[in-house]
């Protein structure tokens, strides 16, 4: 089955830079790869995401990239503030996965003043 | 539009004793999956349920099981509780259960944090 792999576990950067989260999929046929974020004691939110059709996507602050060939896509966060601190969440699925997301380890990303 | 929510919040419960948690989707979804999450294993999928029918299920023993009724709402039952059972038990709805289509994504409810003693 599909097993998602996230780097790093956990990212300190300071406020106004930028912070990079990498994961890799081993099912070549996934084709949906959601971002959620997940705040202290909230449900995960969905963010952004992308679909194998696309290789880059952007949504103001964060963007997506997508590398088909290697099997990885990554979320891009610029300019952080402190309300991006959170566990962020790199998932997977593939066409008849059927409501299924096969998710990353995530990363707590702490953004200091 | 109102979004997912569950019930109840929060859940303590002991060794061999059963539980059902339900979640309610948005408006309009007809598809259901269940997530359970702990700090060491993450967020792994249950299952899921799309017009009353389990429709895919992961990786957990029989003790775990689910239903959905007409209107879409879910339910599922852990019997014979263990202590690894504690977790946050996340349900998820979306359109119709496809992500790789577009308007299908998936939005989760508050969870249910369940604590076996």
């Known amino acids: 089955g599909e097993n998602v792999e996230q780097h790093p576990s956990t990212l300190s950067v300071q406020e106004g830079d930028s912070a990079v989260i990498k994961c890799t999929y081993s099912d070549s046929a996934s084709n949906y790869f959601p971002w959620y974020k997940q705040e202290l004691g909230k449900r995960p939110q969905l963010i952004i995401d992308i679909r194998s059709n696309v290789g880059e996507k952007k949504d103001q602050r964060i963007a997506v990239t997508l590398n088909k060939t290697a099997k990885h896509f990554s979320l891009h966060i610029t300019e952080t503030q402190p309300e991006d601190s959170a566990v962020y969440f790199c998932a997977a699925s593939s066409t008849d996965s059927w409501g299924k997301l096969q998710f990353g380890s995530g990363t707590q990303v702490v953004v200091t003043p | 539009k109102a979004g997912v929510t569950q019930t109840p919040r929060y859940l303590i419960k002991t060794r061999g004793q059963q539980v059902t948690l339900s979640c309610s989707p948005i408006s309009g979804h007809r598809s259901v999956s269940w997530y359970q999450q702990t700090p060491g294993q993450g967020l792994q999928f249950l299952f899921e349920?799309?017009?009353?029918?389990?429709?895919n299920k992961g990786n957990f023993p029989g003790r775990f099981s689910g239903r959905q009724f007409s209107n879409s709402r879910s339910e599922m039952n852990v019997s014979t509780l263990e202590l690894g059972d504690s977790a946050l038990y996340l349900c998820?709805?979306?359109?119709?259960?496809?992500?790789?289509?577009?308007?299908?994504?998936?939005?989760f409810g508050p969870g249910t944090r369940l604590t076996v003693l």
């Open positions: 998820a709805s979306s359109l119709e259960g496809q992500p790789e289509l577009l308007h299908n994504e998936q939005f």
């Open positions: 349920y799309f017009s009353e029918t389990q429709r």
